[in-house]
């Protein structure tokens, strides 16, 4: 029995579920988005709540009924409200900008790297080198944002580097000094 599984996902005003067999579509006021889910797991809207109920009793099927329900239920959190994610830029000459759908970075290689967005992510850079990622759909959002830290990873000394806005990088001690 999943207990994250057999919550209701409540659809809010303005959000339209259309479920085809094992096609989900949701439409809100932020975009569209589509998914097709496990045939073992079955779909039901009931008002505003949509129900998700497995068509058996593995460990299997119990497995595929939560990630389902939490994959619904962030479709339509996304396409009602979105998601975000911050990426901070830590170093001295370390830069980001952005310019249409492309983020630049000099991260301290020899030349800037350019990082395309996708299509459904905007990004944002402010004064202080914060970098914020917009999107309706969480699982592109957060590929996306582990891709840009991918560039150049906080390093444990200095803690120079692309690092999320809530991530802690535990920090070496360097070479102790010759006395």
Do not use: C
């Not at 975009?31 to 593995?58: C, F, H, M, Q, Y």
């Not at 800037?112 to 967005?117: E, K, M, N, Q, R």
């Not at 996306?144 to 560039?151: P, V």
């Not at 806005?165 to 070496?172: F, P």
């Amino acid at each position: 029995m999943s207990r994250i599984g057999k919550l209701p996902i409540s659809v809010p005003s303005g959000i339209k579920v259309e479920i085809k067999g094992t096609h989900v579509k949701v439409t809100g006021k932020k975009g569209s988005l589509e998914r097709d889910i496990r045939p073992e797991i079955a779909l039901k809207l009931d008002g505003d709540k949509l129900l998700v109920t497995p068509k058996g009793n593995s460990k299997r099927v119990n497995a595929f009924w939560g990630l389902t329900r939490t994959l619904l239920n962030n479709m339509i959190t996304g396409v009602d409200q979105g998601f975000q994610k911050k990426l901070l830029v830590e170093g001295v000459g370390y830069r980001a900008k952005v310019e249409k759908s492309v983020l630049t970075l000099n991260v301290g290689y020899s030349s800037p790297v350019d990082y395309s967005l996708p299509q459904g992510i905007t990004a944002e850079v402010d004064k202080n080198n914060m970098i914020t990622l917009d999107g309706i759909d969480k699982e592109l959002l957060g590929l996306t944002a582990a891709q840009i830290r991918d560039i150049r990873k906080p390093e444990p000394y200095k803690g120079k580097g692309i690092r999320y806005e809530d991530e802690h990088i535990v920090r070496k001690v360097g070479k102790a000094g010759s006395k």
